[in-house]
């Protein structure tokens, strides 16, 4: 017992240590002149959102009250029984707290695709809305039955729905709404520090391990297996990224290693711990194609994605979604899919999947329209051509 808590609560250090990682990432994928807007919107996720959840959000989307009574199929969202976490004290506190990293990276995830361009103050309010109206029924459906008569039931080992398919529709829908960036496509924005890219790269990758390995709740074989295959699904994947970048484009970069190790750690996020070790493979292998491919869409199809949120979030979760339905191995964790023996998982993981893709999509939508119409959403063209760190924090990165 005592070893569990110990393990869960260093996990919930790695993932807070994921946001901050997730910040220098993105920051040093946009130009010079909006870096520091970049990691203000990142680092406000951390203050907003936990307050957020100590007072009301996780009574809504995780408890009913009693952590040991686990949550209602009947309902649709939890109840206001353990609003300020008043009845909840101990060790019983470890899953609040630890799903409350997860509840703060997943707006942060949605940051990257509205870089450049997004008030700050649209920021601000648009957080703690789509936290309240979306990301928290969400996760009460994905953690709670999905409400869809569903047999079997749709599995999400660490957040692969709840999470990245979830923030990457909503990236798409606000990127949408908000516009293309002055002179994008035709003008280059190519990461302006690399070296901040593969420093925040090398953080989340340590911080997923907690991300991962502490979905199992315990210091167990889950978890040493779903540690395994979070490191080995990453190195696939880094290494698929790079071999057809250098048959596509003549050149393996190092921008591509980064964006392959992450599109892999999303792909395996919801199967980390369903898979065997060999399987992890496959899921690194075929996000890091299928990813790289995803992001050629937006030029294709005149989306902004400005830092490739929807081609490697939301594609990379929809893979690994697709991929569990496949490749779930009842000798890990007690779920079989198509490969070993059953068909029907496959199914439910293909219209729980839909269902938040749905959801995330139009309420996201309502949310965006709503804040553009009353404060705006898009800074002034001037503000955009001076740069978000001067213009709207008053503050230069480099001098």
């Known amino acids: 017992m005592e070893g569990n808590t110990a393990w869960m609560l260093m996990s919930t250090a790695l993932v807070v240590f994921m946001v901050p990682g997730l910040a220098l990432f993105y920051g040093g994928m946009t130009r010079s ?26 009574s809504l989307g995780n408890s009913s009250g009693d952590p040991s009574s686990g ?6 969202i939890g109840n206001f029984d353990a609003v300020g976490l008043d009845n909840i004290t101990g060790t019983d506190l470890i899953p609040v707290v630890f799903f409350m990293t997860f509840a703060a990276i997943t707006p942060a995830l949605i ?28 996760t009460y459906w994905v953690y709670s039955g999905w409400h869809l008569d569903l047999d079997p039931e749709a599995i999400d080992f660490a957040g692969g729905t709840a999470i990245h398919i979830n923030a990457g529709v909503a ?18 924005m190519p990461p302006h520090n690399m070296p901040l890219v593969m420093l925040g790269t090398g953080i989340l990758w340590f911080g997923w391990f907690g991300f991962n390995a502490g979905s199992a709740g315990a210091a167990d074989g889950v978890a040493v297996q779903a540690l395994l295959n979070t490191f080995v699904a990453a190195a696939a994947g880094m290494l698929s990224w790079l071999a057809v970048e250098k048959l596509r484009d003549g050149q393996a970069t190092t921008l591509g290693a ?22 992890s493979i496959v899921f690194g292998l075929v996000a890091g194609v299928v990813c ?38 009842a000798d890990v964790n007690g779920v079989d899919g198509v490969f070993f023996g059953d068909s029907g998982l496959l199914a439910s993981q293909l219209i729980a999947m839909g269902s938040v893709v749905l959801f995330s999509g139009v309420v996201t939508f309502v949310i965006a329209k709503g804040l553009d119409l009353v404060i705006g959403l898009r800074v002034d063209e001037e ?16 001098q």
Request: aromatic content about 12%; proline content about 4%.
């Open 33 to 58: 002149k909006n870096v520091l807007n970049m990691l203000n919107m990142n680092m406000y996720c951390l203050g907003i959102v936990p307050l957020m959840w100590v007072l009301f959000t996780y």
């Open 171 to 188: 990236a798409l829908v606000l990127v949408l709404v908000l516009g293309r960036r002055a002179g994008w496509p035709r003008e280059p």
């Open 383 to 398: 503000s955009e051509a001076i740069g978000l760190d001067q213009s709207l924090h008053a503050e230069t990165a480099y």
């Open 71 to 76: 949550l209602s199929r009947e309902e649709l």
């Open 292 to 329: 790289y491919f995803a992001i050629q869409l937006k030029f294709r199809l005149g989306y902004d994605d400005s830092l490739d949120v929807v081609g490697i979030h939301g594609v990379g979760g929809l893979v690994g979604g697709v991929l569990l339905g496949f490749l779930a191995n």
């Open 111 to 138: 940051s990257g695709a509205v870089a450049d361009r997004m008030k700050f103050s649209a920021w601000v309010l648009f957080v703690p809305l789509w936290s309240l109206m979306v990301y928290t029924p969400v």
């Open 258 to 279: 980064a964006s392959g190790i992450v599109a892999a750690l999303v792909a395996i996020t919801p199967a980390a711990g369903y898979v065997g070790s060999m399987s």
